[in-house]
């Protein structure tokens, strides 16, 4: 039996220490008062120029062109914003023995963010899948996710956390739809500056997302809501985490073979569809659950995390594949008519 080789360094992503340490602050040093107002007031302009961004960056032309392999990408949409989520649902009758009331809506809430993008093309790259439809795929999701996370939050938690109302809808479209528009919009124009200055602005995005993070964990503090949360929720809470993982790893892979796939495509479709976006999911928490956002984005913050460790181990297993590296054997030649040896035989 060929031994599963853990890998020598596991991906923990640095910048998953720096949410970790922005959540010791907000705990340590929570804004207050005016500070608080302030923070507030500059976390909603972050989250408004991250939309802005993801506008800007996201190719039309390339979208479009990623159409004629639509039937791979309504497998990834399917399984982001219908079967995880169904898989949410059920994880309610977990309540109230493994989960509380509010590490739940922040699981299920997990189960309505879009996919990612760049973690999805890596590992699609290293397992030597179809990278292409992993970039198409992941852009569809980000897109899709704009409306349909928070549509699908509206309907599946109602009134949870900060509650959904008219006044929730016009901040989800102020703060999130029309900054994406307007970065479409101004792509043609800006689209090459944003490209020349990935990295910085790569930077500005991740400091915005810090900010955010620091905002909804300090109101958190605040308002006292981390006395709801114990050890033993938290390795509930992981633990439930471990096995939606598992099973949507398993039916991407499995299903995508069940529908006709090719092994790339699988590779796309198995990353592509069992990866939650930390990037979209904290602003659109942040919106959508104002003060109660810091339990929300715990179990993102966790899956995140846990998604980019075991897909790590996976993508190396398909890379080293043999029966996929290696070349296939070539045919025995044919027979001699009088000898029976082969045709080349001396």
């Keep these: 039996m060929k031994r599963l080789r853990w890998p020598s360094r596991l991906p923990i992503d640095p910048y998953i220490l720096l949410l970790l340490g922005t959540v010791g602050l907000a705990a340590l040093l929570p804004a207050r008062g005016t500070a608080a107002d302030v923070a507030s007031g500059a976390s909603t302009a972050a989250i408004a120029f991250l939309f802005f961004l993801y506008g800007a960056r996201l190719s039309t032309r390339e979208a479009l062109d990623g159409l004629r392999h639509w039937r791979l990408h309504v497998a990834v949409l399917g ?11 059920a994880a309610r009758g977990l309540v109230p023995t493994l989960l509380n009331q509010p590490l739940y809506e922040g699981l299920l809430f997990l189960t309505l963010v879009p996919s990612t993008i760049q973690s999805s093309i890596a590992f699609t790259s290293i397992a030597r899948g179809n990278v292409p439809a992993a970039i ?4 569809f999701s980000s897109l899709a996710g704009i409306v349909l996370t928070p549509l699908l939050a509206a309907v599946l938690l109602g009134n949870s956390g900060g509650g959904f109302s008219a006044d929730s809808l016009m901040k989800i479209v102020l703060q999130l739809l029309v900054p994406f528009l307007a970065g479409q919009l101004l792509r043609r124009w800006i689209g090459g500056f ?50 939606l993982l598992a099973v949507m790893l398993a039916l991407t892979w499995y299903g995508g073979r069940a529908l006709g796939f090719g092994r790339a495509d699988r590779i796309a479709i198995q990353f592509a569809g069992s ?40 993508a190396k297993r398909r890379a080293n594949d043999p029966r996929e590296a290696a070349p296939r054997p070539a045919p025995p030649p044919a027979a001699h008519p009088a000898t029976g040896t082969g045709a080349h035989a001396r």
Aim: aromatic fraction near 6%.
């Design 136 to 139: 198409c795929a992941g852009s």
């Design 275 to 314: 990866k939650k976006s930390l990037a979209s999911g904290l602003p659109m928490a942040s919106v959508l659950f104002g003060a109660h956002a810091s339990l929300a984005v715990l179990p993102l913050m966790l899956f995140h995390q846990m998604q980019l460790m075991v897909c790590a181990v996976i």
């Design 79 to 89: 399984c982001t914003f219908v079967i995880f989520p169904l898989l949410g649902l």
């Design 194 to 243: 944003v490209a020349r200055h990935k990295k910085v602005l790569g930077l500005v995005d991740r400091g915005s997302i810090l900010l955010v993070v620091y905002t909804a964990f300090g109101e958190g503090m605040v308002q006292g809501i981390w006395h709801q949360v114990s050890v033993v929720r938290l390795a509930g809470l992981m633990a439930v985490e471990a096995v």
